[in-house]
Structures are given as structure tokens and as C-alpha cells.
């Protein structure tokens, strides 16, 4: 029998939510598909201001994610994909990183679910998650959303295998 999925809130990024992403972020496990350890909290800064931008402009953003108590557990959302030099370009990447505790709860699973219907209203026809091949608790949310493996792909600067998902919204 499946649980339910627990509540959770997402709001745009805060100057704040930059130094809880930063915390979040400092275990490496948590960044075990994302270049092993946190990145410097002017990389947060950066971030946070950019998807502050996002919504402002595109009604979306990497969310910060809390927790039924309020607590910073990561975030999930949607931006533009990022790169031109590799991977989707031009199409809308969704994705989520939570805090290690956070884990197994259906937490991702939730706020993934609550970015797909946000993005489907602010017009998006399409959404894609770019997966790390090893990562298969994230590999298990792409399915719980409906989502299809149409490409596995090489980062150019980790030289490792990930897989595109894509959905129709």
C-alpha cells in the first residue's frame, strides 16, 4: 500500500534561502551527482537571485522546499536548461535536491508533482530532468511523474553517463 505524500510548501528563493541551500547542500552525499561537495555560498547567492528572476519573468523557478514544519530541505523546480554546449538545449529542466534527512519521505516525489502542475499553468509544453545514470532514487521520481527515458548522454566535464527524461505536459 502506498503512504500518502507528505505536504509541502515552495517558495520563490529568499537571500536567506541562499545560506540554507548552502548548509543543505554541505553533505556530501547529498552532492554525491553533483560534483561530490557544496559549492562556495557566492555560487548559492547567485543561484537564488537568478530564480528569483525566473519566476518573476517565466512564473517558475527552482523553489525552495519546506518541510511540513517550515524547515529549508532543498529545493524543486523548474528553469531553462542551462547549457549550449551539451543536453537539452532550449527546453525546461525540471529538478529537485533535498537534504539528506529528507530522503525516502516522498518529499521529492510531492514537490515534483506540485512543479509539473505549476509549470503546466504558466504555459510549459514540455519539461525535461537530466538524471545522473547512478542516481536511482531521482531515476525512481522521473517514473513516478511519467516520465521517458529518450536519452542517455556523457557530461563533458565529469565524463559521466546520465539519462534525458521527457514528459508532455
Request: charged residues 30%.
Amino acid at each position: 500500500m502506498n503512504r500518502p505524500l507528505p505536504a509541502v510548501r515552495l517558495r520563490v528563493p529568499t537571500d536567506e534561502d541562499a545560506h540554507a541551500w548552502h548548509r543543505v547542500f554541505a553533505d556530501p552525499d547529498v552532492m554525491e551527482f553533483h560534483g561530490g561537495r557544496a559549492a562556495e555560498l557566492s555560487v548559492y547567492e547567485e543561484l537564488t537571485a537568478r530564480q528569483r528572476r525566473h519566476d518573476a519573468e517565466r512564473g517558475f523557478c527552482l523553489w525552495t522546499l519546506l518541510d511540513e514544519d517550515g524547515e529549508v530541505i532543498g529545493f524543486t523546480g523548474a528553469q531553462p536548461w542551462p547549457y549550449a554546449e551539451f543536453g537539452p538545449v532550449g527546453e525546461i529542466e525540471i529538478g529537485w535536491r533535498l537534504a539528506r534527512s529528507a530522503w525516502g519521505k516522498g518529499y521529492a516525489t510531492a514537490a515534483a508533482r506540485t512543479t509539473v502542475e505549476r509549470v503546466r499553468a504558466a504555459g510549459v509544453e514540455r519539461i525535461v530532468a537530466m538524471v545522473d545514470a547512478r542516481n536511482e532514487r531521482s531515476i525512481a521520481v522521473t517514473r513516478r511523474l511519467g516520465m521517458e527515458r529518450v536519452q542517455t548522454f556523457v557530461t563533458p566535464e565529469s565524463q559521466r553517463e546520465g539519462y534525458c527524461f521527457r514528459r508532455e505536459l
